[in-house]
């Protein structure tokens, strides 16, 4: 079948064989999209009708409030999945935009064949619910990290918290952050501009070096 391979290398499905596969694409009655950089893969507001899995490319998960200002929820990458935790809390409403970073492979499932087992009570599906619920709670691991960071008072500290962060997934003082600027300001939610201040002011001091999103942290002159 169409995108076997990339159906088998993810948390999801890695169980599955290509009948397996087969079976539930037609019983969670499955669709397959591409979606071209910065377009929209799930918009804020609209119904929810279907799970999604990242199956090539990327996104981010972006929420607008009341006043416009925009807030990065969290990365999605390859093999994770968005709309779980709405479709099963009853939701009607999707809380925040997915929006491709890169060309983006994305499996849509629908979320009523998901969350409901079908008559046969299939071993695939339990399999699969299964999976689903270990992503989740990566998921929530990745917000976790998320909450620390903004807990912290200035912007420094944040920044700081979450560069020693992606060190330390790194295992090393070089390493590449998944954001731009812009992106990074709203994923903290400081001023883009104060953010942009500090960096600079923390390269001055010999904290860290940096070229877009390639970063240098220098772990022995900075006191967490």
Known sequence: ?????????????????????????????????????NENIITQGNRIEDIILIL?????????????????VM?????????VESAYAG??????????????????????????PCENRC???????KNLMRLVAESNLKLLDKLTHLSKKS???KLLSYLGLMSERAKSDYFEIPFNITELANYLSVDR?????????????GLIDYDKRQFHIFNNKIKY
């Open 91 to 116: 939701d009607e409403f999707y809380k925040d935009s997915v929006i491709a970073t890169e060309k983006t492979l994305v499996l849509f499932m629908n979320k009523h064949r998901l969350i409901n």
């Open 155 to 157: 912007t420094r500290e």
């Open 75 to 83: 990365q999605l990458k390859k093999g994770d999945v968005y709309g």
């Open 193 to 205: 501009s104060a953010m942009s201040n500090e960096l600079s002011k923390m390269k001055k001091e």
């Open 1 to 37: 079948m169409e995108y076997f391979q990339e159906l088998k290398a993810t948390k999801i499905f890695d169980f599955a064989s290509e009948f397996d596969c087969q079976a539930m694409m037609f019983c969670f009655k499955t669709k397959f999209k591409t979606f071209d950089k």
């Open 56 to 72: 090539k490319g990327g996104g981010i998960v972006e929420n607008i409030d009341i006043l416009g200002n925009i807030s990065i």
């Open 123 to 129: 071993k695939r599906h339990d399999f699969v619910v």
